[in-house]
């Protein structure tokens, strides 16, 4: 298909004047703007929205740009500007880093939704059925295929000829789907907590957290002090889990008591799986809330709120999840996913009555191509308990030309970790790493005792 026809607007391309900034991530000026893009691919149309877009220009001997997909969904590229000193701090001084932020997220029209601070699985999913009205009119606006449309109009706008991607979690979902629909233009992709294009990670929910809890309790047991102090801690977090469904367990957050029943708080506990330093916490907090203490869970979930809520444009969540993850079929999958773990089918559940019902199919326009050429650094954590090195070889089918680094100790997203941003930028100029042991040697954080 020719990339013209792409396009069903009448909104005419033009270069953007882009003005200096300051980002957080960056020592010296930014460019910021806001782009005019389509309303609609889908239609013919002169109506725009408008798009936020950060751009960092290379120090020197420019080649082409790294495009930044954020995660969630329902994070703004653009308020990941911190990666600049972390992951790319080596890629930018040869690369352009262009942040994107989606539609419905940081100022690109954000969609937040009032979603309540607490970790209370009914509450939290009353308040998005609440957002559903906002949402379904635009819906379309907030898919994945926008998104690599979007990201389309911007590069040519800019007047680059390619791309590099970075992906992040849903991010990498986004970034093969722009690379399937504009193969010419992809330079190369980084897919860092892969989701293959014909996965689905509302049931990868259900399946890895139990071997990503399995994984953590090696770990400790293996540790001298971990070990000694916490024998018996994950069979500890059955009877907690058991005794949630008699009486919830209490904890303390802004002041104010907060009861979680037993899927609450295996929904702690999974999300506290997404880093090595609140995993380090677990063994501690199930071992004391056993004993009637429960501050380290009230700890974890005020720092797991608190990132969520300072990320996360949920309404941008909800547009994306219900149209291409919530369908027939896959509430089935979900339970036996989640047979024999922890949180059951308990994470499918809650975006299955965050969505009101499954649609009759996924999305259309998300297809699963026979193969994608270009150069792919492939990067999973081992504790991860969403997208482990399992989920990024499921890409393996049609990934012809993929590196595949699997970080033993690490969780989910590790390009910033130790010496990753060295091998990023060597696989942006050269298309690949020649020897990653540098970082498969990363080691667990020190266990709270």
């Known amino acids: 298909m020719l990339l013209p026809s792409l396009f069903a607007s009448i909104l005419t391309l033009a270069s953007v004047d882009m003005q200096s900034c300051y980002v957080t991530g960056s020592e010296k000026e930014v460019e910021c703007a806001m782009f005019d893009v389509p309303l609609t691919y889908q239609k013919e149309t002169n109506e725009s929205v408008q798009l936020h877009v950060v751009r960092h220009r290379a120090w020197s001997n420019e080649k082409p740009p790294v495009f930044v997909l954020a995660g969630g969904p329902g994070q703004a590229a653009t308020e990941m500007t911190h990666m600049l000193n972390t992951a790319f701090k080596e890629v930018k001084k ?48 907030l898919s994945t295929d926008t998104l690599a449309r979007d990201i389309e109009w911007v590069r040519k706008s800019l007047g680059y000829s390619s791309i590099h991607l970075w ?8 970034a093969q789907h722009y690379a399937a629909t504009f193969p010419v233009t992809v330079q190369s992709l980084v897919l860092d907590a892969a989701v293959a294009l014909d996965g689905n990670p509302l049931v990868a929910g259900n399946r890895y957290p139990q071997q990503s809890l399995e994984r953590l309790d ?47 708080i295996a929904s702690l506990v999974r999300t506290s799986l997404y880093s090595p330093e609140w995993a380090a916490r677990l063994p501690l907090a199930v071992t004391t809330a056993l004993q009637g203490d429960t501050r380290i ?15 996360m444009y949920v ?135």
């Open 94 to 141: 040869q690369h352009d880093i262009v942040f994107v932020a989606q539609r419905g997220s940081g100022l690109s029209n954000a969609q937040s939704c009032r979603v309540p601070q607490t970790n209370d699985i009914p509450t939290v999913t009353q308040a998005m059925q609440a957002c559903q009205p906002v949402i379904k009119p635009i819906e379309e606006q």
């Open 167 to 174: 992906g992040g979690s849903y991010g990498t979902f986004a």
């Open 315 to 449: 309404g941008l969540t909800l547009g994306v999840l219900c149209q291409e993850h919530v369908y027939d079929g896959q509430e089935e999958l979900a339970s036996e996913a989640g047979e024999h773990t922890f949180v059951g089918d308990s994470y499918y559940q809650f975006w299955l009555s965050a969505c009101g019902s499954e649609r009759i199919a996924q999305a259309d326009y998300i297809t699963t191509p026979k193969s994608l050429s270009m150069p792919t650094l492939l990067i999973s954590g081992t504790l991860d308990p969403i997208t482990p090195e399992q989920s990024a070889e499921q890409a393996l089918s049609y990934l012809t030309n993929a590196q595949h680094i699997v970080i033993p100790n690490a969780s989910h997203t590790n390009s910033g970790r130790g010496c990753m941003p060295k091998l990023l930028n060597e696989f942006f100029v050269t298309g690949g790493v020649s020897d990653a042991t540098c970082i498969t040697s990363h080691q667990f954080p020190p266990f709270m005792l």
């Open 218 to 264: 090696s770990i400790c047991q293996q540790d001298q002090y971990c070990s000694t102090q916490f024998p018996d801690w994950k069979n500890g977090l059955d009877t907690l889990l058991t005794n949630a469904e008699l009486s919830p367990m209490s904890i303390s957050y802004n002041g104010q008591e907060m009861q979680l029943d037993r899927h609450s």
């Open 297 to 311: 869970f009230g700890t974890l979930n005020s720092m797991i709120l608190d990132t969520f809520n300072s990320s």
